[in-house]
């Protein structure tokens, strides 16, 4: 029985736990990717209503100054306009939830008046 081949229990253990280590690896990144992959949406959606909320906040003209908000399903959209002599500025800020609670992202511009 000397002349068999083949391996010992204790090279497949060690087999086993490299492959546990580098299962558990690819595990935890494909979560991460899918958390990462959210974020990115969320953020593209509150990118969007910002941008919506601008253009809009600049079709109105620029004697319009003053604040409001307003609630599209998940998202939170509240904006002020500011007097700077010249022109104005135009802040957006989106709140939208997440797994934690809920963000904010400040989105800001300013518009020059003739």
């Known amino acids: 029985m000397k002349g068999e081949r083949g391996f010992t229990i204790v090279e497949i253990l060690v087999a086993i736990m490299i492959l546990t280590v580098g299962v558990l690896g690819l595990v935890t990144t494909a979560g991460l990717v899918t958390r990462m992959i959210g974020q990115g949406q969320r953020f593209t959606v ?12 600049r079709a109105a003209g620029c004697p319009a100054t003053g604040t409001g908000s307003e609630t599209r399903g998940a998202y939170t959209i509240a904006w002020t306009v500011g007097d700077l002599g010249r ?5 957006v800020t989106v709140q ?11 989105f800001a511009s300013v518009q020059f008046c003739p």
């Open 46 to 57: 509150a990118s969007a209503l910002a941008n919506e909320r601008i253009e809009l906040l």
């Open 87 to 91: 022109g104005r500025s135009l802040s």
């Open 96 to 106: 939208s939830p997440t797994t934690r609670g809920t963000r904010s992202d400040v």
